[in-house]
C-alpha cells in the first residue's frame, strides 16, 4: 500500500515536470494568454465608459413632429423641451416627419416623436392616443433612453388626464358659454401641465459614502483582478491539454499510471502558474491602495485565492470527465467559468440577486471567495473562515475521484 | 464534382448527428439564453430601505404601491439603522416619507416631501426616484383635482364643500380603466412596433450571431480534419486535387448553413416573437455566406483542431463584443468610424447586408487557396 501511494506520488511529479517543460515550450501562448484576458477586459471596459459617457460636444437630438398643431400640443411640447434642456443632456428640435426621417437617415438625430392628429380631442375624449416614438437603429442606446424618458413622461401625463378629466366631468354641472369653456379646458391644461412637469420636487436626494464606495475605483480594480484570475485558470488549464494516443494510453496505463495522476499534475501546473501570473497583481494593488496589512492578510489572501483557483480547476476537470466532444467540453467549460464570475457577485453585486437565490448565496463558492477577498482587502477585516470553500473542495476531491474510479473502469 | 458530393455523403452518413447538432445549436443557445435572461431580469430584486416619519393615510398608500411595483424590495427601518445598511451596501438606496407628508399633499403641495439616500455605487437611484414621485405626484395630482372643484363650486356661488374621497375615488378609477397613452416605439428601419415590455437587455440578434459563428466555425473543422498527412497522401491517386475538394465542398457547406440559419431564424421569431422584415433574411444570408467563408480560410491554415477550435471561440467572443451583440458600440463609432467595420456583427445588427466583409473575404479566400493549393503542390 504505501509504495503504492509513493509510487503515485512519483508519477505525480514526473507529470508535473512534463507539463511544465511542455509549457516551456509553448512560451509565445504564455505570453498570449497573459495579455488575452487583459484585453478582453479593457475592450469591454473601453465600451462600457463610451456607453455610459455620451460625447459631450454631441448632445442626444430629439425631434417632435406636431401633426395636430392645437394650442396645447404647441403649449405642451414647448414646455416638454424647456424642462427636458434644463435636467438633461438632451437637445429638442421641431420638425416635420419628412426632415425628421431624414434627419435619422444622416445620423443627425437620435430620435423623433410624433404628436399625432386630433391627439388634444382624443386627450379630452378620454380616448386612447397612441404616440409614435421612432428611434435611430445606428444609435440604440440613445433612442431607448428617449423612450424611457417618454413612457415616465406619459405616465405623468395619464395621470394629470385622469385628473383633468374628473374636473371637466363636474365641471358640466354648471353651464358655460362655448369661450368660457374653451378658456376653462385650456387653464385647467396649463395648470395640471405645469403641476406635473415640477416634477422633480418631489424629492431631495443626497449621496452618502459607503465603506467600499469611498474608493469605488479600488472596488472596481479588484473586480477586474478577479475575473482576470478565473479567465487565467481556464486559460492554463486549456493550454495543458494534451492529445495522447490510444496506444500510448494503454503502455503508461501499464506502467500504473492512472488518468487521476495526470489529472491532479495538471491541476497543480495550472494552479501554480495562475499564482504567479495573479499573486503579484494582487499584493502589488494591496501594496499600492492606502489600506494597512500585516504579514497574516498576505497569507490569507493567498489562502483564499489558491482555494478557489483549486475549486475552479477541479469544476473545469470535472467537466472534462463528462463530456467526450472536444468542441462541446470547450463551450461548457467557458460556460462554467462565466457562471462562476457572474454568480460570484463582481459584476453585479449579490443584493440584486433575484429573491429564490438569495439563501443559496452562502453555498456558492465564488460568491465566498470574492465577498472574503473584499471583506480582507477593502474593509480589513481581521477575521478569515474558510469552512465553506474548504467543504467545496472535499466535494470535489470526491466527486473526482468516483468519476475518475468510473471512467477507468469503462474504459478498460 | 458528383464524386465530391458522393464522398461527402458518405461522410455525412456517419457524422449527420454532429452536424446536425451544430446546426440546431444557435437557435436552442438563443432561446436559453433569452429566456434566462428575461427571467432574470424579471425576477432582479433592489433592495430598498424604507422610513416611515409618519404613518398616515396617504404615506401607507404611497408604501403599498411601491409593494406591488415589481423589482423592488422594501425594507422597513428606522433612519439610523437604513443608512447603516447602506453604508455596508446592503441596500441600494433609502426613501424617507418625511413627517407632514400627508397634510402637506393634501394642500396641493408637494415639494420636498420625499428624501432619498443613495451611494455611488447604487444601481437604480434613477428609476427608484422616477417611481417614487410618480406616484407621489399622482396622490398630489387628486388632490389638485379637488382643489380645482372646490374653486369651481365657489366661483358658481354653490356652496356646498366637496366631498374629496369621491373625487378621488373617480380620478383613480378613470386612470385605471383606460389606457389613455400609449407610446409605440420602432426604429426606423424597422418596419414593426415593439410595446416597451420587450426590449430586452439583450439584443436576439446579437446573441443568435455569437452562437451562430461559433456553430459556423465548429462545423468548417472537416478541413482540418480531412488535410491530415495520412489522408494527403491520398489525394496523389485521385483526380480532383484537395483545393479543388474543399472548395466544391466549400459551396455545398454554404448552402447548408444558409438553409439552416435561414431556418432558425424564422424558428427564433416564432418562439421569442419578434418580429422581422423580409429583408432582414436577405442581411443572414449574407452574414452566413461571409461566416462560412472566414471560417474556411481560417481552418485552411490549421493543422491541430484544438488549437482551432480555440481560435474559434476566442474569435467568435471578439467579433460579438466589437459588433455590440453585448455593450452597444454606438458610443464608439460616433468617436471612431471606422470601429463599425471590425465586426460583421455590427451591420447585421442594423439590418443591413455587409458588402465590404463579403468582399473581403472573398478576396482573401481566393488568394490564400490558390497559393495555399501551390504549396501542396509542391509538397
Known amino acids: 500500500m504505501g509504495v503504492l501511494i509513493l509510487k503515485s506520488v512519483y508519477n505525480c511529479i514526473f507529470f508535473i515536470n512534463q507539463y511544465g517543460k511542455q509549457l516551456k515550450k509553448k512560451w509565445y501562448s504564455l505570453l498570449l494568454l497573459f495579455l488575452l484576458p487583459l484585453f478582453f477586459i479593457a475592450l469591454i471596459l473601453l465600451l462600457l465608459i463610451s456607453f455610459i459617457l455620451p460625447p459631450k460636444d454631441d448632445p442626444i437630438t430629439v425631434a417632435f413632429v406636431d401633426q395636430d398643431k392645437t394650442t396645447e400640443t404647441a403649449l405642451m411640447s414647448e414646455l416638454l423641451k424647456r424642462t427636458i434642456n434644463e435636467s438633461e443632456h438632451i437637445d429638442i428640435k421641431f420638425m416635420t416627419e419628412i426632415e425628421a426621417a431624414e434627419a435619422i437617415e444622416r445620423n443627425e438625430l437620435s430620435a423623433y416623436i410624433i404628436l399625432p392628429e386630433s391627439f388634444t380631442d382624443n386627450l379630452y375624449n378620454g380616448k386612447n392616443v397612441q404616440l409614435p416614438v421612432i428611434g435611430n437603429a445606428q444609435r440604440v442606446n440613445e433612442s431607448y433612453l428617449i423612450l424611457e424618458l417618454i413612457e415616465s413622461l406619459t405616465r405623468y401625463i395619464e395621470s394629470a388626464q385622469a385628473n383633468i378629466l374628473t374636473v371637466f366631468s363636474y365641471a358640466d354641472q354648471f353651464y358655460m358659454t362655448a369661450e368660457e369653456e374653451k378658456k376653462f379646458v385650456l387653464d385647467q391644461f396649463m395648470s395640471f401641465t405645469l403641476f406635473t412637469l415640477g416634477k422633480s420636487n418631489v424629492l431631495v436626494k443626497e449621496t452618502i459614502e459607503n465603506s467600499a464606495s469611498t474608493t469605488p475605483k479600488h472596488y472596481y480594480l479588484l473586480v477586474c483582478l478577479f475575473i482576470v484570475l478565473t479567465i487565467w485558470l481556464l486559460g492554463f488549464y486549456t493550454v495543458l491539454r494534451k492529445e495522447e494516443h490510444r496506444a500510448m494510453t494503454i503502455r503508461l496505463q501499464l506502467l500504473g499510471v492512472t488518468s487521476l495522476q495526470k489529472t491532479v499534475a495538471r491541476i497543480v501546473v495550472s494552479l501554480v502558474c495562475s499564482l504567479i501570473f495573479a499573486l503579484p497583481f494582487f499584493y502589488g494593488f494591496m501594496y499600492y491602495i492606502p489600506q494597512e496589512f500585516f504579514m497574516i492578510d498576505y497569507v490569507r489572501v493567498l489562502g483564499f485565492v489558491s482555494l478557489y483557483a483549486v475549486i475552479v480547476l477541479m469544476g473545469l476537470t470535472i467537466v472534462d470527465m463528462l463530456f467526450k466532444s472536444m468542441k462541446v467540453t470547450l463551450l461548457v467549460q467557458l460556460l462554467f467559468v462565466f457562471i462562476v464570475i457572474v454568480l460570484s457577485g463582481s459584476i453585479v453585486p449579490t443584493i440584486y440577486f433575484p429573491f429564490m437565490l438569495q439563501p443559496l448565496l452562502p453555498w456558492i463558492f465564488s460568491n465566498e471567495a470574492f465577498s472574503w477577498l473584499i471583506d480582507i482587502i477593502l474593509e480589513e477585516r481581521n477575521y478569515a473562515d474558510y469552512t465553506l470553500l474548504a467543504k467545496m473542495f472535499a466535494l470535489e476531491c470526491i466527486i473526482l475521484f468516483v468519476l475518475a474510479q468510473m471512467f477507468a473502469r469503462w474504459r478498460t | 464534382m458528383k464524386a465530391v458530393f458522393l464522398t461527402r455523403l458518405i461522410r455525412l452518413k456517419k457524422e449527420w448527428k454532429s452536424i446536425l447538432f451544430w446546426f440546431v445549436f444557435p437557435f436552442i443557445m438563443t432561446v436559453i439564453v433569452m429566456q434566462t435572461i428575461g427571467a432574470v431580469q424579471e425576477s432582479t430584486n433592489i433592495p430598498i430601505g424604507v422610513v416611515l416619519e409618519e404613518e398616515t393615510e396617504l404615506a401607507t398608500e404611497l408604501v403599498e404601491n411601491l409593494e406591488q411595483t415589481s423589482n423592488i424590495q422594501l425594507q422597513y427601518l428606522s433612519l439610523h439603522s437604513a443608512l447603516y445598511k447602506l453604508e455596508k451596501y446592503e441596500l441600494d438606496s433609502v426613501i424617507v416619507i418625511k413627517k407632514g407628508f400627508e397634510d402637506k399633499l393634501k394642500t396641493g403641495y408637494r415639494n420636498q416631501v420625499i428624501k432619498m439616500y443613495s451611494t455611488d455605487r447604487s444601481i437604480a437611484p434613477f428609476t427608484t426616484v422616477e417611481t417614487v414621485s410618480s406616484y407621489v405626484q399622482d396622490q398630489a395630482s387628486r388632490y389638485k383635482a379637488v382643489g380645482e372643484i372646490q374653486k369651481l363650486y365657489t366661483k358658481n356661488n354653490v356652496q356646498e364643500v366637496v366631498d374629496a374621497e369621491e373625487i378621488i375615488e373617480k380620478s383613480k378609477k378613470r386612470l385605471e380603466e383606460k389606457d389613455l397613452i400609449t407610446p409605440m416605439f420602432q426604429f426606423s428601419t424597422d418596419s414593426y412596433v415593439v410595446s416597451s415590455e420587450q426590449t430586452a437587455l439583450l439584443n436576439v440578434w446579437g446573441v443568435w450571431a455569437l452562437f451562430s459563428m461559433l456553430a459556423t466555425f465548429f462545423i468548417f473543422d472537416w478541413i482540418i480534419k480531412e488535410n491530415t498527412k495520412a489522408i494527403a497522401v491520398r489525394w496523389l491517386y485521385t483526380t480532383v486535387t484537395f483545393r479543388w475538394y474543399s472548395l466544391w465542398n466549400l459551396f455545398l457547406y454554404i448552402l447548408l448553413i444558409v438553409a439552416a440559419n ?15 422584415r423580409p429583408q432582414f433574411l436577405f442581411v443572414i444570408i449574407i452574414f452566413s455566406v461571409t461566416i ?31 459588433g455590440g451583440s453585448f455593450v452597444p458600440i454606438d458610443g464608439l463609432t460616433r468617436r471612431f468610424e471606422g470601429v463599425q467595420y471590425l465586426s460583421p456583427v455590427h451591420a447585421l445588427l442594423l439590418e443591413k447586408p455587409n458588402w465590404l466583409w463579403l468582399i473581403c473575404i472573398a478576396a482573401i479566400l481566393f488568394v490564400s487557396v490558390w497559393r495555399g493549393g501551390r504549396s501542396h503542390a509542391s509538397s
Open chain 2, 292 to 322: 462560412s467563408m472566414v471560417s474556411f480560410v481560417i481552418a485552411y491554415r490549421f493543422t491541430k483542431p484544438f488549437f482551432y477550435y480555440v481560435t474559434s471561440i476566442l474569435l467568435s467572443l471578439l467579433l460579438a463584443v466589437l
Open chain 2, 262 to 276: 435561414v431556418l432558425s431564424v424564422l424558428l427564433l421569431t416564432i418562439v421569442l416573437d419578434v418580429m422581422i
